[in-house]
């Protein structure tokens, strides 16, 4: 299978795109992100007559892609940028579906995706108040909605602040352009020993723990520590990102759990 379209541009991945999701509503403080904590994920909307709704299927069973075979994961390892890279998106391929966790300084969302010719993110991001779901999105079929005023809208008949909330939620969300950032660095380093990640599903995984050689450039951020956890299979299981831009530093964590499990992405009723 090759490689899954992107629904967003790798900039959502940098430090720039962190800040814009903090950014979004009240004032946040800048405090780095630890793991990401549990939240809701948003519950299903009826479909509308104006737009597809979709729901998977239970999937195959997970293959380790071949680019994942030939890694060479291990550890104390080297790897090229470009190997891990095509592992990590193969592996999104792979299983074309999954839920995601957001954490950055304190706010917190819950992503639901579906990777491949026809990707889709429905989602909720917390207030910073605390307050559940403050905000929700939906991308699907080239289109998006948008919550964040307790009714759902088209992003391109809300006003501008609005519509560029819901970009904003679907940037930072997009796995798969996780591949892009990774893939502008050449050297990555594995650590002595793996890591034990706490999902959000309630599972805890050893994973290896990958970093970035030195500091690297990437649409316009410098990017200080990225971190890629993986699985002995190359399954992505988190990623955290801490970068410079404009002289501010924001630190962001994703956690990706129930890899393939059958999701439910629908336009919320108009």
């Excluded at 069973?61 to 080297?78: D, H, I, R």
Aim: proline residues 6%; charged residues 20%; aromatic residues 6%.
């Amino acid at each position: 299978m090759g490689r899954s379209k992107l629904l967003v541009p790798a900039l959502a991945l940098t430090a720039a795109g962190a800040a814009l999701l903090t950014g979004c509503s009240s004032d946040d403080p800048d405090t780095d992100a630890a793991q990401p904590a549990a939240s809701s994920p948003a519950a299903s909307s009826p479909a509308s007559s104006a737009a597809p709704a979709t729901s998977e299927a239970a999937p195959a069973p997970y293959t380790e892609p071949a680019a994942c075979e030939s890694l060479g994961l291990a550890s104390e390892a080297t790897l090229a940028g470009k190997d891990l890279a095509a592992c990590v998106s193969a592996a999104f391929a792979a299983y074309g579906t999954g839920t995601e966790s957001l954490l950055v300084g304190d706010r917190s969302g819950i992503t639901r995706f579906r990777v491949g010719d026809d990707p889709a993110l429905a989602g909720d991001v917390d207030g910073a108040d605390g307050k559940k779901a403050a905000n929700s999105y939906v991308s699907i079929g080239g289109e998006e909605w948008i919550k964040s005023d307790g009714a759902w809208e088209k992003s391109d008949s809300k006003e501008a602040v609005d519509a560029e909330l819901g970009r904003k939620y679907r940037t930072v969300s997009d796995p798969q352009g996780i591949a892009d950032v990774i893939g502008s660095f050449s050297t990555w380093k594995v650590d002595t020993e793996k890591a034990l990640i706490s999902l959000e599903n309630g599972k805890d995984v050893q994973a290896w723990r990958i970093t970035n050689a030195e500091h690297f450039d990437h649409d316009g951020s410098e990017v200080v520590e990225y971190i890629v956890w993986l699985d002995d299979d190359g399954t992505p299981v988190g990623v955290q990102n801490t970068s410079n831009t404009a002289g501010k530093s924001r630190t962001y964590s994703q956690h990706f759990y129930d890899l393939g499990q059958p999701v439910t992405i629908e336009a919320p009723p108009q």
